[in-house]
Each structure stands twice: as structure tokens, then as C-alpha cells.
């Protein structure tokens, strides 16, 4: 099938012309040689006749020549800028109503602010076409030209700045942005008005209900570290309780060291022996200290302190004398494996008490009989602490509760079921992390870490 597109055929038919006007020139050439070689040989009449005849063969091949070279292109050529012409009014009767039909304000304006051109839009906002007047005169409620305005440089044609000003048309604010551009041949600035009037005032509101919510937030948690912290002291309170029989024994025992070694002095006349006996006084004596300070560091309040570098093994040691002196049986064996940690950013009673609980717990699981394992280790930039028991195990399926607030395996004297869950509030509150592991019948082991002090302070 032949091509009948419109491009196709348009090439031919130029092709076809050129042929039909190269064989229009050769007749000419022709004809023209034909008449010099006949118009000497011929009478006067039979000149006259051939010039005649040469004259209108040459109008009716001169014809077909001047349309094709002159008349077709110059015609042509008025077609397409007609059709070019016509093309660009669409375009600008196009781009008008695109401008008019938008729902905010346009103008063009010279570098000095002066109102070039305004679009409908504009004018129904202003009430009139304000040609010729500076755009603040016009637009600004102070008739003060805004403060930064985009007019006081030059702004290149085809870049944007945006600005918002305020007391504009009756108080209302806008966002304006201003391009280069060329207007009939000079520099000027096409100004497009945005009205976020009723979009700051949304703003407004919603940054007012987020301070707002915010201030509950930090309320609710401010109630919140108040409630946890009593329930800290309470735990504490209430291992004290369980601990006041082994603490009486622990410090009973020294005193009556202590007394009879003074009834020894006062009965004694030899210095040497009395200077002993002090000594012994001395010793026992600051054993009662050693039990009284662990104990009013452990039930003193957090909240007198505030953060500060806390030795971990020292507080290991503390948490685990005071076990010693409370509840330990000779029948648990201790295993220490302390190697260096960093010193973590902490409350150091909160730490201890930390410590305590979970040892308190693996105690009371081996039930006079079995090993506690004390290890450190130092894991980057971090402190690791495991305390292993080989007590009964924790049940499947209460691995999942533990931490719960008021849940408990243990007897109804035996703890209210708040350690744990301090333990992970405290464990949490220095960043720090807590894994428990355990099998039943083989023991419990708990993992903690915490960032060391220093990473703390490089954060």
C-alpha cells in the first residue's frame, strides 16, 4: 500500500516542481536560442510575427516560472506567519485566562515598585486598577514598604524569592513571591500573592494545643517518676523488713564483743591489754558502721542525689554484704569474677539497690543451698554485669512477666512482686539493658549493661 501521509506527499510534489521548472527553463532556452538563429534569415514581416510570437511563449513559460519561485513561496510564507500569528494570540489568550483564572493576586512590577500590570484577581482585591502606584502604597495597611522586601536588589529574570509580610489588605498575612522577569523590553518583578492568613492561624493553634500537650506530657511524667519513686522506697522498705532479723543478729553480735570488752578494760590494770582490747573495740565498731552506712545508703531517697560516676564492683559489694549480713547462708557459695568496667553515669543508691534485688532474688531461689555467680565484664564502651544462680528456675511461662509490676512466685511474706520491676525501671533510666535466661530446676541468670560514663558524656 503506497504512503499517503501528508509529509510524503509534500516531497514529491516539491520534487515534481523542481522537474516541471528545470524543463521550463530549458524550453525557454530554447525558444530564446531558436529566435537569434531565425530573426537574421526572415523577412521584416516575418520578424515582427516571430518577436511576437517569442514575446507570448515567453509570458506563458515565464508564468509557471515566477509562481513557483516568487508568487508559491511568498504566499506561502504569509500562510505561515498567519498561522504562526494565529498560534501566538492562542497562546496569549491562553496564558490571560490561565493568569485571570487563578485564585490569588498577580502584578508585574518595575524595580522601583511601581504597578506595571495587575491581573483581575488583584484588582477585585483592591477594589480599582492601580496602575502607575507603588505596589505598599497600595497593598501594605502602613503604606511602609516590607521589611526585607525582595525590590531592594536586583533579582535576576527567572529566579524566585519568597517572603511573607504581614498587615496586608485589612491585617491579613501573605506569602509573596517575587520573579525576574522582562516586561515590554525592561527589567521587572512579577509579584504572586499567596494568603496563608488562615494557615498561620492554624499553626498558631496547633503549636499552642502542642505546648499545651506538652506541658501535660511532662506533667503526667513528672507524676509518673513521683509514683515510681515511691514505689522504690517502698521495695526498699520492704526489704528491709525481711532483712531486720539478720541485720539485729549482725550487729547484736559485735556489741556484745564490744561490751564485754569493756567490762575487760574497766576490770583490766595492765595497759598492754586494755590497748588490745580497744583495738578489738575499734574493729567491731567500725563493723557496726560498715552495716549501718550500707544500709542508710540503700534506704536513703534518689532523689537527694544527682547523677555521678558510679563504680559498679563497688556497688556489687555493697549490694552483696548486705546480703551477707541479712540472709546469706554459710551453705551458698559466692564466686567472684570481677575484670575492669568503665564507671557508669548513675544515682549510685539506685545502682545498689539494682544489685540487691537481684541478688536478694537469686538467694532466696537456692534456698539455703547452691553457688552465686558475681561476674563484670567490659564490652566496649559498655559495663556487663551477670548474676548467675543455681536456684529452682523461673516456670516458661512466667519468663514473660517478670518485669510486671505485682507479679510474684514467691510467698505472700516474701515480696509484693515490685523488684523486677524496679530493677527495669532503674535499668532503663541510665540507657542500660536487662536479660534474663533460666531454666527450671537449673538456675537463673541475669545480664545487665550499662553505657559507660564517658560515652555518656561524648553523646
Known amino acids: 500500500m503506497p504512503d499517503t501521509s501528508p509529509a510524503p506527499q509534500k516531497k514529491e510534489f516539491r520534487q515534481s516542481a523542481a522537474w516541471l521548472l528545470v524543463v521550463l527553463v530549458g524550453a525557454v532556452f530554447l525558444v530564446e536560442t531558436l529566435v537569434m538563429v531565425l530573426l537574421p534569415v526572415l523577412p521584416p514581416m516575418s520578424r515582427t510575427e516571430l518577436i511576437l510570437m517569442d514575446a507570448t511563449l515567453l509570458s506563458v513559460l515565464i508564468f509557471p516560472i515566477f509562481y513557483f519561485l516568487v508568487f508559491?513561496?511568498?504566499?506561502?510564507?504569509?500562510a505561515e506567519r498567519q498561522r504562526a500569528e494565529e498560534a501566538l494570540r492562542e497562546t496569549s489568550n491562553f496564558n490571560e485566562l490561565l493568569i485571570e483564572s487563578l485564585p490569588f493576586g498577580m502584578d508585574i512590577v518595575d524595580e522601583h515598585g511601581h504597578i506595571l500590570y495587575m491581573s483581575h484577581a488583584m484588582e477585585n482585591a483592591v477594589g480599582r486598577n492601580a496602575l502607575g502606584e507603588k505596589c505598599w502604597d497600595l497593598y501594605k495597611d502602613d503604606r511602609r514598604q516590607c521589611i526585607g522586601c525582595a525590590l531592594n536588589?536586583?533579582?535576576?529574570?527567572?529566579?524566585?524569592?519568597?517572603?511573607?509580610?504581614?498587615?496586608?489588605?485589612?491585617?491579613?498575612?501573605?506569602?509573596?513571591?517575587?520573579?525576574?522577569?522582562?516586561?515590554?523590553?525592561?527589567?521587572?518583578?512579577?509579584?504572586?500573592?499567596?494568603?496563608?492568613?488562615?494557615?498561620?492561624?492554624?499553626?498558631?493553634?496547633?503549636e499552642r494545643?502542642?505546648?499545651?500537650?506538652?506541658?501535660?506530657?511532662?506533667?503526667?511524667?513528672?507524676?509518673?517518676?513521683r509514683v515510681v519513686g515511691q514505689l522504690i522506697q517502698a521495695e526498699k522498705m520492704a526489704a528491709i523488713g525481711t532483712m531486720v532479723s539478720g541485720i539485729g543478729h549482725e550487729i547484736n553480735n559485735p556489741l556484745y564483743v564490744i561490751m564485754g570488752k569493756a567490762e575487760a578494760i574497766r576490770d583490766e590494770s595492765d595497759v598492754a591489754a586494755c590497748n588490745e582490747h580497744a583495738r578489738d573495740i575499734i574493729k567491731y565498731a567500725k563493723h557496726i558502721s560498715a552495716i549501718v552506712k550500707n544500709l542508710s545508703g540503700y534506704i536513703r531517697p534518689a532523689s537527694q542525689h544527682e547523677l555521678e560516676k558510679t563504680d559498679v564492683q563497688e556497688k556489687l559489694l555493697e549490694a552483696l554484704a548486705?546480703?551477707?549480713?541479712?540472709?546469706?547462708?554459710?551453705?551458698?557459695?559466692?564466686?567472684?569474677?570481677?575484670?575492669?568496667?568503665?564507671?557508669?553515669?548513675?544515682?549510685?543508691?539506685?545502682?545498689?539497690?539494682?544489685?540487691?534485688?537481684?541478688?536478694?532474688?537469686?538467694?532466696?531461689?537456692?534456698?539455703?543451698?547452691?553457688?552465686?555467680?558475681?561476674?563484670?565484664?567490659?564490652?566496649?564502651?559498655?559495663?556487663?554485669?551477670?548474676?548467675?544462680?543455681?536456684?529452682?528456675?523461673?516456670r516458661a511461662e512466667h519468663l514473660g512477666k517478670i518485669f510486671d509490676p505485682f507479679f510474684t512466685t514467691k510467698g505472700p511474706d516474701e515480696g509484693e512482686g515490685l523488684g523486677m520491676y524496679i530493677v527495669q525501671k532503674i535499668v532503663n533510666k541510665y540507657n542500660g539493658t536487662i536479660a534474663l535466661?533460666?531454666?527450671?530446676?537449673?538456675?537463673?541468670?541475669?545480664?545487665?549493661?550499662?553505657?559507660?560514663a564517658e560515652t555518656i558524656k561524648e553523646e
Request: glycine share 8%.
Open 153 to 206: 536588589q536586583p533579582i535576576q529574570a527567572g529566579l524566585a524569592k519568597s517572603m511573607e509580610s504581614t498587615g496586608v489588605l485589612g491585617g491579613r498575612t501573605f506569602e509573596i513571591t517575587h520573579t525576574g522577569m522582562i516586561y515590554r523590553g525592561k527589567p521587572a518583578v512579577l509579584e504572586v500573592f499567596y494568603d496563608i492568613t488562615e494557615r498561620k492561624h492554624a499553626e498558631e493553634v496547633l
Open 209 to 225: 494545643k502542642v505546648e499545651e500537650r506538652t506541658r501535660e506530657l511532662r506533667e503526667n511524667q513528672a507524676e509518673k517518676d
Open 72 to 78: 508559491r513561496p511568498l504566499v506561502r510564507n504569509i
Open 322 to 394: 548486705m546480703a551477707k549480713h541479712s540472709m546469706l547462708d554459710d551453705r551458698i557459695e559466692i564466686r567472684q569474677n570481677f575484670a575492669p568496667v568503665p564507671a557508669i553515669a548513675a544515682k549510685p543508691e539506685e545502682i545498689q539497690q539494682v544489685f540487691f534485688n537481684i541478688i536478694r532474688n537469686g538467694i532466696q531461689a537456692m534456698a539455703g543451698r547452691g553457688v552465686l555467680e558475681i561476674a563484670t565484664v567490659r564490652e566496649g564502651s559498655q559495663a556487663c554485669i551477670r548474676i548467675k544462680d543455681t536456684g529452682t528456675g523461673i
Open 437 to 452: 535466661e533460666s531454666q527450671e530446676n537449673k538456675g537463673t541468670t541475669v545480664t545487665i549493661r550499662f553505657p559507660g
